[in-house]
């Protein structure tokens, strides 16, 4: 049984940082890759990040280049995303997924339950 489990959201005043962390069991973490998504209020749900298996290779939507930055511990079976300069458009509840369409065309088939961001003054 794959399990995904967020961690690490809250609310975070503007120019803050917050590092969300992602806990996977139920299948072999180093062979898939790993995403981000994140789904404000009214919208679409979106990928935010991907990082290969390896951890070797990452992508971010341009929003959030330079502020955002996905990483994984193999080790842990972890991923992270962290996010820094946080503005208040980022507010969404964001997703860990397994797998990435992005980076190995492979299908995004897991997600966890959530965990709400909240960048307000």
């Known amino acids: 049984q794959v399990q995904l489990v967020e961690s690490g959201g809250g609310l975070v005043q503007p120019g803050g940082s917050l590092r969300l962390s992602c806990t996977a069991s139920g299948f072999i973490f180093s062979r898939y890759a790993m995403s981000w998504y994140r789904q404000a209020p009214g919208k679409e749900r979106e990928l935010v990040a991907s990082i290969s298996n390896g951890g070797f290779r990452t992508k971010h939507i341009d929003s959030v280049k330079g502020r955002f930055t996905i990483s994984r511990d193999n080790a842990l079976n972890m991923a992270h995303l962290q996010m820094n300069s946080l503005k208040p458009e980022v507010t969404a509840v964001y997703y860990c997924?397994?797998?990435?369409?992005?980076?190995?065309?492979?299908?995004?088939?897991?997600w966890g339950q959530g965990t709400q961001v909240t960048v307000s003054s």
């Open positions: 997924a397994k797998g990435s369409t992005a980076i190995t065309n492979g299908p995004v088939d897991s």
